[in-house]
């Protein structure tokens, strides 16, 4: 147990160090990790509801925060190239997101030309119904993805490798609360990149 703790430390200051020196990702993780938490009490009495919030608000505030404001020039302060980082990414690199964010993007066009999902449901008679009914394939997706990851990391990598980057995935609302609540208040004084990191390496 103290290295599978040991290695979650480590996935947690990596992913943080390479990619999150911007304080609009970090105010936006801070944003989705709120979100999720309001995602994670709604599985308990309605999932389908967990996964509307999940996707529109956290997964789409999270990923904006990495694709737009996020630096992609050489990472002086790790000594890393964006391509370096890009290619040791142990979960979902900006490649991975982009085909999993478009496979939640088409998806509900998927349910619209086959409501019934090839017999798997009943198709939708409302508006409602139906925006219900993208929910729950939401809801399947986002746990396709984590498990089909995984499950990946297993085979590239090994089980424990898998299993800390799916624990630190679904724990990573609780950390990024204690990470990056303070930082719309350093965007507010003008400060965009987390300065903080490089005194972090260097001591």
């Not at 690199?93 to 088409?106: F, P, T």
């Amino acid at each position: 147990m103290k290295e599978f703790l040991r290695a979650l430390e480590i996935q947690r200051w990596d992913d943080h160090r390479y990619y999150h020196h911007s304080r609009i990702n970090q105010s936006l993780h801070f944003v989705s990790a709120l979100s999720f938490l309001i995602a994670y009490a709604f599985m308990f009495k309605d999932p389908v509801m967990a996964a509307l919030i999940g996707w529109l608000v956290s997964m789409t505030t999270r990923q904006i925060g990495h694709f737009f404001f996020e630096p992609k020039d050489y990472d002086e302060v790790n000594q890393a190239s964006h391509e370096y980082k890009e290619q040791i990414k142990v979960g979902y690199n900006l490649r991975r997101k982009v085909v999993l964010m478009g496979l939640w993007a088409v998806s509900p066009l998927l349910l619209l030309a086959e409501p019934s999902m090839f017999g798997l449901i009943e198709p939708a008679a409302t508006w409602g119904e139906f925006v219900r009914d993208v929910g729950t394939l939401w809801l399947a997706l986002g746990a396709a993805g984590l498990l089909f990851r995984t499950v990946q990391l297993f085979f590239i990598r090994d089980v424990q490798t898998g299993l800390v980057w799916m624990t630190k995935i679904l724990t990573d609302p609780f950390n990024d609360v204690r990470l990056y609540w303070r930082a719309p208040l350093y965007l507010l004084r003008g400060e965009l990149i987390d300065r903080s990191i490089a005194q972090q390496l260097h001591r």
